[in-house]
Nanobody
């Protein structure tokens, strides 16, 4: 069982930056960030394997968002730069026990509570 606690959302102007954090109770196999727009299903943002730090980004955030981790703290970070109004969403941290990059929401068994990111124009 993995318990996830997110932090770091907020309000920022377009072009600005935010960093999200997700602390896991134990080291998972793979962690990911998803986001959910109002009235829509969750959308994959990025995934990272805990071992080897293999990463995979959605095209919509590639070059603007960077995922990283602090192994000692069991914490994953999402550095979001050059934010756009269309990045406004609730961002969720997710984890799975297995090692390997997957993008399907249903393949992650553990979820954080979500944190709101709002980008004003």
């Amino acid at each position: 069982q993995v318990h996830l606690v997110e932090s770091g959302g907020g309000l920022v102007q377009a072009g600005g930056s935010l960093r999200l954090s997700c602390q896991a109770s134990v080291s998972p196999g793979t962690m990911a960030w998803f986001r959910q727009f109002p009235g829509k299903e969750r959308e994959f943002v990025v995934a990272m394997t805990w071992i080897a730090e293999i990463t995979y980004y959605a095209d919509s955030v590639k070059g603007r968002f960077t995922v990283s981790r602090d192994n000692a703290k069991n914490t994953m970070y999402l550095q979001m730069n050059s934010l756009r109004p269309e990045d406004t969403a609730v961002y969720y941290c997710a984890a799975r026990d297995l090692f390997g990059i997957v993008t399907g929401e249903g393949l992650y068994g553990y979820w954080g509570q979500g944190t709101q990111v709002t980008v004003s124009s």
